[in-house]
């Protein structure tokens, strides 16, 4: 028996997946942060090595991948995919950093919801039973995030209000089988427009769908906020 949808938006799943490991890889800002402690890496290098900012996001999401992988103890090779994106335009920075991998992959474009959307997909896939193992992987980059949504860092008209885009990257991989977490339910949102156009205030954009995900998952399934 495969997973049922419940209500309008939701899918509970018959044999839940497992996170069967987790890795994470942040620059210099993250690290100074509360949640230093939690993360696997924190490189004081933002160019990561590389000559850009674009190729710097994709070495960071190289180097968590690598690092998910040999958590889990299971070669990139062996998994039955990989789902993966970030914020440049045709996902470049997840296309080059997984061009060597030898799993088939799967591009995907969500914004802030990319790594839920990656964790959905891949639960559903194993969950159906056409995979035993998929990898969720996203990225961002601050410096890349300016220059592809508002301008260039050497501009310098960044105002004070807007948001500050993460530079890191997180990866999971879920397994059919095994102990830990599991991925138990997956509610798909909706597109929530309200009319912002304001680029340097887009958690006001996001906020709108996000409430109503929320609210569509209490609704199908039956739980009350507590």
């Known amino acids: 028996m ?4 419940i209500g309008r938006q939701t899918v509970q799943f018959s044999t839940p ?14 690290g100074e942060g509360p949640l ?16 850009s900012w674009e190729q710097a996001e994709s070495a960071m999401l190289r180097q968590c991948f690598a ?19 970030d914020l440049l335009n045709q996902c470049v920075g997840s296309a080059y950093a997984m061009r060597g991998v030898s799993a088939p992959y799967l591009g995907l474009y969500g914004a802030c919801s990319t790594m839920a959307e990656a964790v959905s997909l891949a639960a559903m896939l194993i969950d159906g039973g056409c995979a035993e193992t998929a990898a969720a992987l996203t990225s961002s980059h601050f410096c890349s995030a300016e220059r592809q949504y508002r301008f260039p860092l050497e501009y310098g008209g960044r105002p004070p209000t807007a948001q ?13 089988a095994g102990s830990g977490p599991r991925v138990t339910m997956a ?5 929530v427009d309200a009319g912002i156009t304001d680029t340097n205030n887009m958690g006001a ?7 109503d995900t929320i609210f569509n998952f209490l609704t199908d399934t039956n739980t009350k906020p507590e």
């Open 17 to 30: 997946p497992v996170i069967r490991a987790a890795a994470s890889v942040v620059g210099r800002k993250e």
């Open 67 to 85: 690092r998910v992988c040999s958590k889990a103890a299971l070669p990139p090779e062996a998994l039955d995919y990989v789902l993966s994106g």
């Open 205 to 211: 954009a996001m906020a709108p769908a996000a409430a």
């Open 187 to 191: 509610t798909t949102g909706t597109i």
């Open 36 to 51: 230093r402690g939690r993360f696997d890496s924190v490189s004081q290098d933002t160019y990561f090595g590389e000559k």
């Open 164 to 176: 500050w885009t993460v530079t890191g990257a997180g990866a999971l991989i879920l397994a059919a």
């Open 2 to 5: 495969k997973g049922k949808r």
